[in-house]
């Protein structure tokens, strides 16, 4: 989640992404990708989806990066 009590999801996926770079995050939101790239992606997420509509791109993104 971006808005969280202690630490935004920018930051905390900044923070994993630093001490795990293996470990892929995925930002899940209602609200609608505003750049090329979300804060999300630029501090290391492996992506960010839409609620609703892009559920099935998200499954299949998850997937591809399982079957590396």
Do not use: C, W
């Amino acid at each position: 989640d971006i808005s969280m009590p202690e630490m935004d999801g920018i930051e905390a996926t900044r923070r994993i992404h630093a001490e795990f770079p293996s470990v892929h995050i995925f930002g899940l939101s209602s609200q609608q990708r505003t750049a090329n790239l979300h804060p999300i992606e630029q501090a290391g997420g492996s992506g960010y989806f839409i609620k609703g509509d892009e559920i099935q791109h998200m499954v299949d993104r998850m997937l591809s990066l399982q079957a590396r």
